[in-house]
């Protein structure tokens, strides 16, 4: 399936970015629990992306393969996977581990157009 693709440039678009990952998941065959942990995931990226980056962001959505892939697009830099769940009483930080918990795969590497976020969750979990 052709990538769905969506932009966001103010907090505004974060709910629209919400909907096109819940709905584009449910669509290519994600069970609704993991299409919300999906959400969630994309939802804290692109709010980071909002806070650290100037230019919003892109996120693509498609399936291959058994999994849905995902990738967040910002002009950040490129961020440092296996980060520890910071202290219940931090003020932040806790977005990237979330994101790396909640999914199945994360990579991170320089796009064309940026830094990439790649999501992967696959179709059928055993939880």
Known sequence: MSDAEIT??????LAKVREFIRTGAARLGLPDHRAELLTLAVSEL???TLQH?????????HADNGRIICDVIDGGPVRVLGRTMPAADALRG???AIVERICDEVGVD??????????????????
Do not use: I, K
């Open 46 to 48: 692109a709010t980071n």
């Open 8 to 13: 966001y440039t103010e907090p505004g678009d």
């Open 94 to 96: 806790r977005g990237l």
């Open 110 to 127: 320089s796009a064309e157009d940026g830094t990439r976020v790649r999501l992967f969750l696959d179709l059928e979990s055993p939880n």
């Open 53 to 61: 980056t100037a230019g919003g962001g892109v996120v693509r959505l």
